[in-house]
């Protein structure tokens, strides 16, 4: 896709290399699926807990939005969004770690205990057990240390990298 300001020579279309190879298109939908993939993780560990998240409930939905959003345009090769989005990953594995190993206080697994309340989910009624939870808070950190993992190599296949190059001659135009 070319932008609207871009001037290109008459007979010439602008390519982009990069975007061709099998590894740029792997690592653009792996990026993408694992965006989407932490997203709904989050969504569902907000959902169902929503009375014991103690104020982080616009952040999450703003986490989750960001991730969607990023997803979107990750699949539309914007090459800029990856740093941004390795770094959102690097800051909610720091917290899914804090929260899973207590290192704030109380885990989900500690709240298996009696004199700890049920989690109650955003439409009322019970939430998600503690167990699930904790599950939940694990797999968010393992879907962190994939998108770091996944979005370094991506940074490094120069998808933005465009060269302007004659149109090919179509025969019988």
């Not at 989407?36 to 998240?53: D, F, P, R």
């Not at 594995?93 to 109380?106: D, K, N, Q, S, Y």
């Not at 500690?110 to 109650?120: L, M, V």
């Not at 057990?129 to 599950?135: D, K, R």
Request: a positive charge.
């Amino acid at each position: 896709m070319v932008s609207p300001a871009r001037h290109v020579k008459p007979g010439h279309v602008v390519t982009y290399p990069n975007r061709e190879k099998r590894s740029s298109r792997v690592a653009r939908v792996a990026v993408a699926l694992i965006l989407v993939l932490s997203a709904l993780l989050l969504l569902a560990e907000t959902i169902g807990g929503w009375s014991k998240l103690a104020g982080l409930v616009p952040v999450n939905f703003v986490w989750c939005l960001a991730y969607l959003v990023m997803a979107y345009y990750v699949l539309r090769w914007v090459k800029g969004l990856l740093p941004i989005a390795a770094g959102l990953g690097a800051l909610m594995l720091a917290f899914a770690v804090i929260a899973e190993t207590a290192a704030a206080g109380v885990s989900w697994g500690d709240r298996n205990t009696p004199g700890y309340a049920p989690a109650h989910a955003l439409f009322g009624g019970v939430g998600l057990s503690p167990g699930t939870m904790s599950a939940l808070t694990i797999a968010i950190a393992i879907t962190q240390a994939l998108l770091i993992a996944v979005c370094i190599p991506a940074l490094r296949q120069g998808w933005s990298i465009e060269y302007e190059r004659p149109a090919a001659v179509v025969p019988g135009t």
